[in-house]
Nanobody, 123 residues
């Protein structure tokens, strides 16, 4: 059974930083793509970052590029999202998700999802 656990959310001031973690089990990490999505109140779910485990290729949405960094530690089966220069509009529930081999922009294409972790950015 594939399981993902997102953690690390909390309350931060605008301009601050936060690091989220996604612990993955039940799949071959090197054959997986792991992505971060977020959903803010009244908005659609948004894919923001993805990493391909076997070659560390990454992709970002325009809304976070230059501020957020996704990285994987294959030995620990964990993917991280380093979030810098946080803005109030980054406030959302953040989810990690997994699918086979390749990243995809659409959340419906991911097979496995973790529970979300709430990030609140105050102004």
């Amino acid at each position: 059974e594939v399981q993902l656990q997102a953690s690390g959310g909390g309350l931060v001031q605008a301009g601050g930083s936060l690091r989220l973690s996604c612990a993955v089990s039940g799949l071959t990490f090197g054959n997986s793509a792991i992505a971060w999505f977020r959903q803010a109140p009244g908005k659609e779910r948004e894919g923001i970052a993805c990493i391909v485990s076997d070659n560390d290729d990454t992709v970002y949405s325009d809304s976070v590029k230059g501020r957020f960094t996704i990285a994987s530690d294959n030995a620990k089966n964990t993917v991280y999202l380093q979030m810098n220069s946080l803005k109030p509009e980054d406030t959302a529930v953040y989810y990690c998700a997994a699918r086979y081999i390749r990243c995809a922009a659409i959340g419906q294409m991911y097979n496995s999802w973790g529970q979300g972790t709430l990030v609140t950015v105050s102004s």
